[in-house]
């Protein structure tokens, strides 16, 4: 199977599953990651997601061997798909974590930022070097990589071409956490579970907020998050957690209603 996936502690593990080509995206790869998602996203018992890589690498980049001969409409339609499952990712309703092993280069890179938050192993690589090979950046990293590291190292980092150490990929904002790589998954997990902990219709709230918030003015941006915050005081959550702070108590476990 292209990708794995099981659930442990209200945590989806999905593992992309092609080690001996890097775990380079092909379209059979973002097919079954496409479903992976969907299926995370309707299951009940998950509120989190982690995406990580088997083997030595998270994703060492689309795969070069579907992609040399392509058109420009059959590329069109290639970069179209993948953009349209990293958006999926980042549109899912639950927090994504990316636990990067590895090389994250081209697309790789690219799904790391499609997720919430990146945690990177020791070794991990970061890059879009699409330009060494006459492309750009197809799956959405010419629009993340400005958003998150700012436009001008995006810049620089792209019209280079670029690799990037873990350490470095912290320094600038592409990474949220570097680990040794043998506790990667522990520390991803370990998040996880943290976030899982918390009232979940708020996490998704939160998430929307900030997403939607950030393609549009910051006056738009407040009223979405005014909206957001309406909508938590209608669950029973904020009604048990805030009656229980007040009680000084606390609350066993959120019924995420």
Avoid: W
Avoid at 15 to 33: E, I, K, Q
Avoid at 245 to 252: G, W
């Amino acid at each position: 199977m292209n990708v794995l996936y099981e659930v442990k502690d209200h945590v989806a593990i999905i593992t992309l599953n092609r080690p001996d080509s890097l775990n380079a995206l092909n379209l059979d790869l973002l097919g079954d990651l496409d479903k992976v998602i969907s299926q995370a996203e309707n299951d009940l018992d998950v509120y989190v997601l982690i995406i990580t890589g088997a083997g030595r690498s998270f994703v060492a980049g689309a795969d070069i061997m579907q992609m040399k001969d392509l058109e420009p409409n059959e590329a069109k339609t290639f970069g179209k798909y993948g953009s349209s499952v990293f958006s999926k990712i980042e549109a899912i309703s639950k927090p994504v974590i990316a636990a990067v092993n590895g090389f994250a280069l081209g697309g790789g890179c690219e799904l790391a930022m499609a997720c919430d938050i990146r945690v990177a192993g020791t070794k991990a690589k970061f890059g879009q070097p699409e330009v060494s090979l006459g492309v750009i950046p197809g799956f959405g990293g010419t629009q993340r990589l400005p958003r998150i590291v700012g436009l001008a190292k995006a810049k620089e980092l792209i019209y280079t071409g670029q690799t990037v150490s873990a350490e470095e990929a912290l320094r600038i904002g592409l990474v949220n956490h570097v680990v040794p790589d043998d506790e990667l998954m522990s520390q991803a997990m370990e998040l996880a579970v943290k976030i899982a902990r918390n009232a979940q219709i708020a996490v998704r709230q939160s998430k929307m907020a900030i997403n939607k918030g950030m393609q549009c003015d910051v006056l738009t941006g407040m009223a979405i998050e005014m909206q957001a915050f309406a909508l938590c005081f209608s669950t029973e959550d904020q009604k048990e957690a805030m009656t229980a702070f007040v009680d000084k108590s606390k609350v066993a476990v959120f019924k995420n209603k």
